[in-house]
């Protein structure tokens, strides 16, 4: 079978979808603080053969604007955050084949720390962990973790290049023939098969060894989302997985071009990796129903939405400027949060120096627009899937939902079966792991 398109659930383990407005929907579960809430999403996506359910995870609500939680925490923007990797563990039990994978930080948990949690969970989930490695924005998030303030962008990616290091040292410890458990003679493991990190680096210190016996994947998958050029050169270095957002389809068919030429200059091989933007498909049996289904969608987002996000993504507070008023040249360049959406909103209005409301135009922030659509019937979403897919924009995606467990028991049993029988996506697991699933034959030593 020809190379399967690779399908993501992009999964918040909070109040609302990465649209934050997807509470509000009529149709939206509101149990996001019990297991079953979870356990359906699992679910659909498994009986749609995902590869991968992925939980995103920020390590504060968004309290940048106007200094303040009180807005986002009245309007439900993204406030309730639970633990992700214990969520996920609770799903390694109820699912058999899907992909688990979270977001943990690098700037805030010790590499021995996130070393352990995603070996545990490969082990439990029999090979189907992945970690979506961060680097954290803002200084919310830094307050809430015992720092004074977020890492400036590019030094937060340098340390996470040694962070790397110390986490698959750590993956790496233990030989696979490692655990003998003979009875007989005694022995539980063989000394020589397991070995001690003993790294002293520049940002960090780990001796080991590590407590986890080699996982069934070898190493948790590893995924990774950068945007800017550090970002993206970190993600060709490490990542097996890259998450993009990509406007429209000629911007992607030009940055994944980019990537791949990156790739082979730095010998890298493209079959090692996937590139899957961010996607909200609506789809509907009929045109006109998905289009009633998106106007619905649309109305549901708030002007707080977009001012708390922004406000927490660039890590500047929004409210402390008039709608109408400027950016000055001094405040733009110090941003220090999601440098891109600044970028993307110079370039989309035109101006040197944007509005607020220029910025929660362009940028789209809070809206289902942040991302590119696909509203339609069951063949029309298909149709814009495999033009992205064969014209070499993508090799698969990232599902945002415009809410749950809604939009992906539509995707899975409209679009799927649409898929499928185009041959563009798999119709069965082709393995038991993660890794597997996805097409890759074994663990790349970067
Ligand atoms: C699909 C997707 C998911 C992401 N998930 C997270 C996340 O869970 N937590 C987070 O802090 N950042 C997340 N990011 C942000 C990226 O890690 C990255 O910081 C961002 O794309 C900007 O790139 P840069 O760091 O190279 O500037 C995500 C990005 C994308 C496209």
Same mark, same amino acid.
């Given at each position: 079978?020809?190379?399967?398109?690779?399908?993501?659930?992009?999964?918040?383990?909070?109040?609302?979808?990465?649209?934050?407005?997807?509470?509000?929907?009529?149709?939206?579960?509101?149990?996001?603080?019990?297991?079953?809430?979870?356990?359906?999403?699992?679910?659909?996506?498994?009986?749609?053969?995902?590869?991968?359910?992925?939980?995103?995870?920020? #390590?504060?609500?968004?309290?940048?604007?106007?200094?303040?939680?009180?807005?986002?925490?009245?309007?439900?923007?993204?406030?309730?955050?639970?633990?992700?990797?214990?969520?996920?563990?609770?799903?390694?039990?109820?699912?058999?084949?899907?992909?688990?994978?979270?977001?943990?930080?690098?700037?805030?948990?010790?590499?021995?720390?996130?070393?352990?949690?995603?070996?545990? #969970?490969?082990?439990?989930?029999?090979?189907?962990?992945?970690?979506?490695?961060?680097?954290?924005?803002?200084?919310?998030?830094?307050?809430?973790?015992?720092?004074?303030?977020?890492?400036?962008?590019?030094?937060?990616?340098?340390?996470?290049?040694?962070?790397?290091?110390?986490?698959?040292?750590?993956?790496?410890?233990?030989?696979?023939?490692?655990?003998?458990?003979?009875?007989? +003679?005694?022995?539980?493991?063989?000394?020589?098969?397991?070995?001690?990190?003993?790294?002293?680096?520049?940002?960090?210190?780990?001796?080991?060894?590590?407590?986890?016996?080699?996982?069934?994947?070898?190493?948790?998958?590893?995924?990774?989302?950068?945007?800017?050029?550090?970002?993206?050169?970190?993600?060709?270095?490490?990542?097996?997985?890259?998450?993009?957002?990509?406007?429209?389809?000629?911007?992607?068919?030009?940055?994944?071009?980019?990537?791949?030429?990156?790739?082979?200059?730095?010998?890298?091989?493209?079959?090692?990796?996937?590139?899957?933007?961010?996607?909200?498909?609506?789809?509907?049996?009929?045109?006109?129903?998905?289009?009633?289904?998106?106007?619905?969608?649309?109305?549901?987002?708030?002007?707080?939405?977009?001012?708390?996000?922004?406000?927490?993504?660039?890590?500047?507070?929004?409210?402390?400027?008039?709608?109408?008023?400027?950016?000055?040249?001094?405040?733009?360049?110090?941003? +220090?949060?999601?440098?891109?959406?600044?970028?993307?909103?110079?370039?989309?209005?035109?101006?040197?120096?944007?509005?607020?409301?220029?910025?929660?135009?362009?940028?789209?922030?809070?809206?289902?627009?942040?991302?590119?659509?696909?509203?339609?019937?069951?063949?029309?979403?298909?149709?814009?899937?495999?033009?992205?897919?064969?014209?070499?924009?993508?090799?698969?995606?990232?599902?945002?939902? +415009?809410?749950?467990?809604?939009?992906?028991?539509?995707?899975?049993?409209?679009?799927?079966?649409?898929?499928?029988?185009?041959?563009?996506?798999?119709?069965?697991?082709?393995? +038991?792991?993660?890794?597997?699933?996805?097409?890759?034959?074994?663990?790349?030593?970067?």
């Amino acid at each position: 079978m020809a190379r399967s398109m690779a399908l993501v659930g992009f999964v918040q383990a909070q109040n609302c979808s990465n649209y934050a407005a997807s509470w509000r929907h009529p149709e939206a579960a509101h149990d996001f603080l019990t297991l079953p809430y979870y356990q359906r999403i699992a679910r659909t996506l498994e009986a749609g053969k995902f590869q991968l359910m992925f939980f995103d995870d920020r #390590l504060a609500m968004p309290d940048i604007f106007e200094g303040s939680h009180a807005e986002s925490v009245r309007n439900g923007v993204r406030v309730v955050k639970l633990d992700p990797l214990v969520v996920l563990a609770t799903l390694a039990a109820d699912t058999t084949r899907l992909g688990l994978g979270a977001t943990m930080s690098t700037s805030y948990y010790p590499p021995f720390h996130v070393a352990r949690s995603f070996a545990t #969970l490969d082990h439990l989930s029999n090979g189907r962990a992945g970690w979506n490695v961060v680097t954290s924005l803002n200084d919310s998030e830094a307050f809430n973790m015992g720092a004074t303030g977020s890492i400036a962008h590019d030094t937060r990616y340098d340390r996470s290049d040694e962070y790397m290091e110390v986490v698959l040292g750590h993956w790496n410890a233990w030989q696979a023939d490692a655990l003998t458990l003979d009875r007989d +003679s005694g022995e539980f493991a063989d000394p020589a098969k397991v070995s001690r990190l003993d790294h002293v680096g520049e940002y960090f210190r780990s001796r080991g060894p590590h407590t986890v016996p080699r996982t069934p994947q070898d190493h948790p998958l590893i995924i990774q989302a950068g945007q800017s050029g550090r970002g993206r050169e970190f993600a060709l270095r490490w990542a097996e997985l890259i998450f993009a957002i990509f406007p429209n389809l000629d911007f992607a068919k030009r940055v994944y071009g980019e990537i791949e030429a990156q790739a082979l200059a730095s010998d890298r091989d493209p079959e090692s990796y996937r590139v899957a933007p961010l996607i909200y498909p609506i789809v509907a049996e009929s045109q006109a129903e998905a289009e009633d289904k998106a106007a619905l969608i649309e109305s549901l987002a708030k002007p707080i939405d977009g001012l708390a996000l922004l406000s927490e993504a660039l890590n500047f507070d929004f409210g402390s400027k008039g709608l109408d008023e400027p950016f000055s040249d001094d405040e733009l360049d110090a941003i +220090s949060g999601l440098r891109s959406i600044r970028d993307r909103v110079i370039k989309l209005s035109g101006k040197a120096n944007p509005t607020v409301a220029e910025f929660v135009k362009f940028s789209a922030r809070g809206t289902i627009k942040e991302a590119p659509n696909f509203i339609g019937s069951p063949t029309q979403v298909a149709d814009g899937l495999e033009q992205w897919f064969t014209e070499k924009a993508c090799d698969g995606f990232v599902v945002g939902a +415009s809410h749950v467990p809604g939009a992906y028991v539509d995707f899975v049993e409209l679009v799927v079966p649409e898929l499928q029988r185009r041959g563009l996506f798999h119709k069965d697991y082709p393995s +038991s792991t993660l890794r597997g699933n996805l097409g890759f034959s074994g663990y790349r030593a970067p």
